[in-house]
């Protein structure tokens, strides 16, 4: 379920309180009026079962909460409570499969600030997946996967080009190209200081690396393991479940090709650094596409069961 505090301008509270009320999906009414001094209006306090709330957001704003007043929302980890469970078996769907647009708008939007806590840590991902693609090592494959953070800024585009958000789609793609741009870089720089450190050198890469080769083959199954991954990031971050473990599979197709160009160019063996910048595009516009597609699926069988639900009624 979601908690929402609303301030509802005094003339619409009544209209805002009667929609609450009359909704299957909202337990736990409280209306206390005159409560909010800025904005000055009425705090309207409910618990709304995912299922409903896309819907039911969609009409505070149209009341013009949004704009006179306030709307929040929080997860609410644990509910005792008969009506609750009454809201959640009358509202239609489950609330796993429901898509809270706003929700995912405003969590993918924060994924998209070209922070330096952002840029440190693609960096310093794509330099633990460079010294792994040298020593053909795939523990340190994983843990680079772990450390990028690059599945933000994929799922905030996906979710901007579905909603047509320009600005968004902007932000997304600088991320993006600004993040993996001073991550190779770096990377480059890093690869020629351990060079000269004597601890990798360039037969490191030219070697036999069975278990890191697949880096920079692009293939089929490239296209596969990214349709797959922008699949599995969209659900998790729809149904809420853990974003860790689906950045582990985003970056399995994303930092280690990065890392791979990077350690070839420094190099200047061309032919596995195009490669990789193959294996890479390919992944981003794979990851991309079934993102979109994923959320393009979702919103539309979700929208089918809430007019199923409001026919029923």
């Known amino acids: 379920m979601l908690h929402l ?8 509270s009544d209209a805002v309180a009667d929609l609450l009320a009359d909704d299957p999906g909202v337990a736990h009414l409280v209306v206390v009026p005159g409560a909010a001094r800025q904005p000055r209006g009425d705090l309207i306090l409910c618990d709304v079962v995912r299922e409903s709330a896309d819907r039911l957001l969609g009409q505070l704003q149209d009341l013009g909460v949004e704009a006179r007043g306030g709307i929040s929302a929080d997860d609410v980890e644990l509910t005792l409570s008969a009506s609750a469970r009454k809201a959640a078996h009358d509202a239609p769907g489950h609330g796993e499969d429901a898509v809270v647009w706003d929700e995912i708008a405003a969590k993918t939007g924060e994924q998209t600030v070209l922070s330096g806590t952002y840029l440190v840590l693609i960096t310093v ?3 633990i997946a460079g010294i792994g693609v040298l020593l053909d090592q795939p523990i340190l494959i994983v843990g680079a996967m772990v ?3 690059e599945f933000g800024p994929l799922a905030a585009l996906c979710v901007a080009l579905l909603r047509r958000k320009p600005r968004t789609i902007v932000r997304s793609v600088q991320a993006l190209l600004v993040g993996f741009v001073v991550a190779m870089l770096a990377t480059v720089l890093s690869t020629w200081a351990l060079t000269a450190a004597d601890l990798v050198s360039r037969e490191m890469l030219e070697a036999e690396r069975p278990l890191t ?3 920079w083959h692009p293939d089929a199954l490239s296209w596969v393991v990214g349709l797959l991954a922008g699949v599995a990031g969209m659900l998790s971050l729809t149904a809420k479940k853990s974003g860790s473990l689906v950045g582990v599979l985003i970056s399995v197709t994303t930092v280690p090709a990065a890392a791979n160009v990077a350690v070839a160019v420094a190099y200047g063996v061309w032919h596995e650094a195009a490669g990789s910048a193959l294996q890479l595009v390919i992944n981003i516009c794979a990851i991309v596409l079934a993102g979109l597609l994923t959320l393009a699926v979702q919103g539309g069988w979700w929208a089918y069961v809430a007019r199923r639900g409001s026919s029923a009624r």
Request: proline share 18%; no cysteine; net charge positive.
């Open 5 to 12: 505090r609303i301030i509802a301008p005094p003339d619409r």
């Open 125 to 127: 991902a794509t330099m």
């Open 147 to 149: 450390v990028g953070p």
């Open 213 to 215: 080769s697949f880096i």
